[in-house]
């Protein structure tokens, strides 16, 4: 059974460009969160994904855009890229309306560096 | 001052040694508390939940947590170099919300 995946692993961008991170949720799951892990920081909850609408969102500028598609998979798009969206951009998925924090799974994160 | 506060370390002790991670945090509303493990350039992988105030065990872990005073703790029994990792705290005001707060992380090394 496939975890939550995450492409790509790495990717170099400099400032002013746009950039493309996806991820597929673990097999059964329909909900999917990002999360931005500054070096040194915890992540940081950007939004929530669940029928192929935003429905949570953290406190994120509108630069930060996402997308769900019907087999559940999520992008998360960035415009307009700063020195400081470098971090690590972690994907989360769990199946919806099933209670405890304990259900949700966390991919292993691609990591954006902004030059 | 933040929502959750965590000694950010690192951490170093010998293995075998009981370890103690902690954090605080500031509004009453947090409802769950998890513990997280972290290993270098991997995903967060969850240890703990707990959702009451008391103790928690699975293993060589514990879970403590104490809503009056706002601390929640982790302790790590007969630790392994393999437990040497990032340690981060988080937090949920509802069980079925996503809006998770986490703590910065503790970054332990336990040496052989």
New interface residues.
Partial sequence: DAG?TQSPTHLIKTRGQQVTLRCSPKSGHD?V?W?QQAL??????IF?YYEEEE??R?NFPDRFSGHQFPNYSSELNVNALLLGDSALY?C?SKLR?L????T??????T?LTVL | QKE?E?D?GPLSVPEGAIVSLNCTYSNSAFQ?F?W?RQYS??????LM?TYSSGNKEDGRFTAQVDKSSKYISLFIRDSQPSDSATY?C?M?RS???????????TRLSVLP
């Fill in positions: 939550v909900t969160s999360y040194g920081q915890g992540p940081q909850f929530q429905r949570q953290g972690l989360a309306g209670a405890g924090s304990d949700q799974y966390f991919g292993p994160g990591r | 959750v965590q950010p769950y998890m997280y350039r991997k995903g967060p992988e969850l939940y981060l988080a949920l069980d079925y919300g996503q809006n998770f707060v986490f703590g910065p992380g």
